[in-house]
């Protein structure tokens, strides 16, 4: 076994220990692999060219040399030397592109373990749940772990929590922490709150609040509102509803 396999199984075994999900890091090591191939493929074909340039322009000098060199012949050794330099550039090129995505991709995936060891006593017991979607990171929490019911004003329990939270996004500098606040179908009809849309931007607002006095850059935080209409689950059930009360915290790069 080399030694990118035994770092591979030691990630997920460790990854696996902290009761992080690792299909998402198995999807990712597998795109990296991907990325490296399509790399060492391209740097085979940028050096296959090299050396047929290299001997095109022995020919074309040796060509260039006899004196019963037609101008014709000069002409056409100099046309597959033109076309053979402009094939090497996009190969290198495209060898480039390769290695910048597969760079990005390891960063959004260190980010993420990073942050999963950060916050892994906090998903192990269920107070949070997090995923990557296309470069996004997303950590979910409870409405029952911020919030008492109908209420949008954080429990004690829900600010220990929003404190690791807060504490896993100092370090990430590059990206915008965006709050969103959810509810489920029931609507509420109170005087702080007439329905779901102030309900779920009240709290949305005291999340990015505390986030902010936590020492979260505010220039980088965002809140918005939903109320029911972005569901996860069906609202016809306790438990459907349970899982749509929620707010999402998104991480996108800026």
């Not at 322009?57 to 012949?73: N, V, Y």
């Not at 902010?212 to 016809?236: H, K, M, S």
């Amino acid at each position: 076994m080399n030694l990118a396999r035994l770092t591979a199984v030691a990630l997920l075994a460790a990854l696996a220990a902290c009761g992080i999900p690792e299909e998402k890091h198995k999807a990712a090591l597998a795109e990296s692999q991907r990325l490296q191939a399509g790399l060492d493929k391209e740097g085979q074909r940028a050096r296959d060219l090299e050396a047929k340039l290299a001997d095109t322009t022995a020919r074309l000098q040796a060509a260039e040399g006899r004196a019963s060199a037609t101008a014709a012949d000069l002409e056409k050794e100099r046309g597959k030397a033109a076309e053979l330099a402009q094939s090497k550039s996009q190969l290198e090129q495209a060898a480039s592109r390769l290695a910048a995505e597969k760079s990005a991709l390891e960063k959004k995936s260190a980010e993420y373990e990073a942050l999963s060891r950060s916050l892994a006593g906090e998903i192990q017991s269920g107070r949070i749940q997090i995923s990557e979607l296309q470069g996004k990171m997303t950590v979910r929490l409870a409405e029952k772990v911020l919030f008492p019911s109908g209420s949008a004003t954080l429990a004690r329990d829900g600010k220990a929590t929003l404190g690791k939270v807060a504490d896993a996004f100092k370090d990430l500098k590059d990206r915008i922490v965006r709050v969103e606040g959810h509810t489920d179908n029931v609507p509420i009809q109170s005087a702080a709150f007439p329905s779901n849309w102030e309900l779920s931007a009240a709290r949305a607002i005291a999340v990015v609040r505390f986030l902010q006095g936590a020492g979260v850059d505010p220039a980088r935080l965002a809140a918005a509102g939903y109320a029911e209409w972005q569901p996860i689950a069906a609202n016809d059930t306790p438990e459907g509803r349970a899982q749509n009360r929620r707010i999402e915290i998104s991480l996108a790069a800026k």
